[in-house]
T-cell receptor, first 116, second 113 residues
Framework: KAGVTQTPRYLIKTRGQQVTLSCSPI?????VSWYQQTPGQGLQFLFEYFSETQRNKGNFPGRFSGRQFSNSRSEMNVSTLELGDSALYLCASSLGVTSGSGETQYFGPGTRLLVL | GQQVMQIPQYQHVQEGEDFTTYCNSS?????IQWYKQRPGGHPVFLIQ?????EVKKQKRLTFQFGEAKKNSSLHITATQTTDVGTYFCAGRIRGGGSEKLVFGKGTKLTVNP
């Protein structure tokens, strides 16, 4: 099976712009979670999508949003970018059979975003 | 806010020595997961612990979940250079009708051959 794929792998934006990141989960997986990883804050949960619905949400401002399509692919959008949004954005997929079951999550390689 | 504290932040050992990283939560956890991230890589799932007092082993790795389900540890016996990386714990916390996975900040392990 192909793993989780994320595009683009690298991105440079300027403050005030918006960005959309894409994640394709492992075939058959219905749950996609997004995380932000920075040296200072570590890995922080953004949100989780299952069957096109946001199932859980972390403590990020409304500038961070996401969606999931019927084929389970997911996108994450960040509007009005700030310097502090520079980070590695990781998505992880899982079967998503039950919420919070703690199923194995498979991480993608991430999108490294640099905001100038 | 809800936090999962992980210590130590860094650990340097000689090959063959043991290594332990600890996680402590301010809130009772539904379960806890452990991940390993190699330099330049992405987190890779190692294991999940669900039951109070649970202990699981994977070859040289031993994982424990505390009786109160607020702390956990990962112990590596006789480290090897292939063990290099950052080890994260992630606790699942339920509250307010939702739940989320809260990661510790990780322990970066380096092994001197």
């Amino acid at each position: 099976k192909a793993g989780v794929t994320q595009t683009p792998r690298y991105l440079i934006k300027t403050r005030g712009q918006q960005v959309t990141l894409s994640c394709s989960p492992i075939s058959g997986h219905r749950s996609v979670s997004w995380y932000q990883q920075t040296p200072g804050q570590g890995l922080q949960f953004l949100f989780e999508y299952f069957s096109e619905t946001q199932r859980n949400k972390g403590n990020f401002p409304g500038r961070f949003s996401g969606r999931q399509f019927s084929n389970s692919r997911s996108e994450m959008n960040v509007s009005t970018l700030e310097l502090g949004d520079s980070a590695l954005y990781l998505c992880a997929s899982s079967l998503g059979v039950t919420s919070g079951s703690g199923e194995t999550q498979y991480f993608g390689p991430g999108t490294r975003l640099l905001v100038l | 806010g809800q936090q999962v504290m992980q210590i130590p932040q860094y650990q340097h050992v000689q090959e063959g020595e043991d290594f332990t990283t600890y996680c402590n939560s301010s809130t009772t956890l539904s379960n806890i997961q452990w991940y390993k991230q190699r330099p330049g890589g992405h987190p890779v799932f190692l294991i999940q612990l669900v039951k109070s007092g649970e202990v699981k082993k994977q070859k040289r790795l031993t994982f424990q979940f505390g009786e109160a389900k607020k702390n956990s540890s990962l112990h590596i016996t006789a480290t090897q250079t292939t063990d290099v990386g950052t080890y994260f714990c992630a606790g699942r916390i339920r509250g307010g009708g939702s739940e989320k996975l809260v990661f510790g900040k990780g322990t970066k392990l380096t092994v001197n051959p």
